[in-house]
């Protein structure tokens, strides 16, 4: 039976278990089995709709307080936005190739895929924290403004999907012409937000050309009104 209630203090110390297994503190089998178990529980549970990883306060507008942004330097991935990415990758024990044709396995990690290889659940949940910090490096050294932690997990999870060098792109005319990284700079926080649904496309392997994937569009759509604060995952 999977549990209803999960709080943001059971997903961040699940968190930082996964972080400990990075530094290999504890990498037992055993160890792995039970932190991989124990995470899935929470995956199925928010894509069955029975679960909501709580917001934390920085997460929320509350009546009758003043909140603001942070700066990005002193920001990481939350606990919700692993799940949340976890849970729109899924987990894939063999290598497949993605809608864009790209070889993939575990969740939804493109680095190093051994065609003819076999990832167990515990090692796919490494992998991800490890991408996933990547990513979050990535988009720390080129946002220079504050962010809400809602902003930084969406973009976190856009730059896992395009890559860090996409994301950190600067239009040639930031000014006539701004890039999304260009919008997030200049502070211009809510057209940056509705320029996600501009990443709705892949690029078909057979004609090398951009297309609009229903798919794309509907999780675009979704994240852009989390980036808003609109729907907290």
């Excluded at 910090?133 to 976190?156: I, P, S």
Aim: glycine residues 8%; hydrophobic residues 40%.
């Amino acid at each position: 039976m999977i549990a209803t209630h999960v709080s943001a203090s059971t997903l961040n110390a699940m968190q930082a278990e996964l972080a400990s297994v990075i530094q290999g503190a504890s990498a037992k089998p055993s160890f792995l089995s039970s932190l991989a178990r124990r995470i899935g529980e929470v995956i199925a549970a928010v894509a069955l709709g029975l679960a909501r990883p709580a917001a934390s306060r920085s997460m929320r507008r509350i009546r009758g307080e003043v909140q603001t942004r942070v700066a990005v330097l002193l920001m990481v991935l939350s606990a919700a936005g692993l799940v949340t990415i976890a849970n729109r990758e899924g987990f894939r024990a063999t290598p497949y190739k993605d809608g864009a044709g790209v070889l993939t396995d575990g969740y939804g990690n493109t680095n190093n895929v051994d065609p003819k290889g076999r990832k167990t659940p515990e090692r796919a949940l490494v992998e991800l924290l490890r991408n996933t910090n990547t990513a979050t490096a990535g988009v720390k050294r080129c946002v220079k403004v504050e962010l809400w932690q809602y902003e930084l997990d969406v973009y976190v999870g856009l730059a896992m999907n395009i890559g860090v060098d996409a994301f950190c792109r600067s239009s040639p005319n930031p000014i006539k012409n701004p890039y999304l990284i260009d919008l997030i700079n200049a502070r211009r926080y809510a057209e940056a937000c509705d320029r996600l649904l501009a990443f709705n496309k892949i690029r078909n392997p057979k004609t090398g050309q951009l297309e609009v994937s229903d798919g794309l569009t509907k999780a675009k759509q979704r994240e852009r009104r989390q980036c808003l604060g609109e729907e907290i995952i």
